[in-house]
């Protein structure tokens, strides 16, 4: 069973079984937030807050196989787990003059200039190699790892977390 469409965060069908994500080859897992240090300074901290969404709906529409964009999960405000096929999609995309993140970066540095203590942003990027990693979903709609991965049920082999490791 494939996972939901790269994005969407609409009500989806809760899928009652045990189920284990399963993705083919090495993947790229990508945690990016913010956090609004001074919230009485909203010229500083709102576009930042939008630009994120833009981002993502920017990806949802360009095709997967370009951009190696495989999908995300919002955790909370300001949060977003990513889901990349390699560091070299996310850097290409990251850097690329004509998408949002690069002119989005480039008016967040200019806003913060002499007041990086405004808004804190922080990323951290997981090069995840081929089968190490293990994900478990039981009573939920698709979700994290899960929505841009193949869902499988989780018997046999893929039972315990150990064994989902291992392969």
Not at 15 to 22: F, G, H, K, P, T
Not at 68 to 73: A, E, Y
Not at 101 to 114: I, Q, S, V
Request: glycine share 12%.
């Amino acid at each position: 069973m494939r996972g939901q469409p790269r994005g969407g965060y609409g009500i989806a069908h809760i899928i009652e079984d045990r189920m284990a994500a399963q993705i083919d080859g090495d993947f790229v897992l990508f945690l990016i937030g913010m956090r609004i240090n001074k919230p009485w300074k909203i010229a500083k901290w709102l576009p930042a807050l939008f630009a994120m969404p833009r981002m993502i709906k920017e990806l949802e529409a360009l095709p997967a196989d370009e951009t190696g964009f495989l999908g995300h999960s919002g955790v909370g405000l300001g949060i977003t787990v990513q889901y990349w096929r390699s560091f070299d999609h996310l850097e290409a995309y990251a850097r690329a003059e004509n998408h949002h993140h690069r002119p989005a970066w480039t008016a967040f540095n200019k806003r913060m200039k002499g007041a990086r203590g405004d808004v804190g942003i922080w990323h951290e990027t997981y090069l995840v190699r081929d089968g190490a990693y293990e994900a478990i979903y039981s009573g939920m709609p698709p979700f994290g790892l899960g929505r841009v991965a193949s869902l499988v049920p989780a018997t046999g082999n893929r039972a315990e977390a150990r064994a989902r490791l291992t392969g």
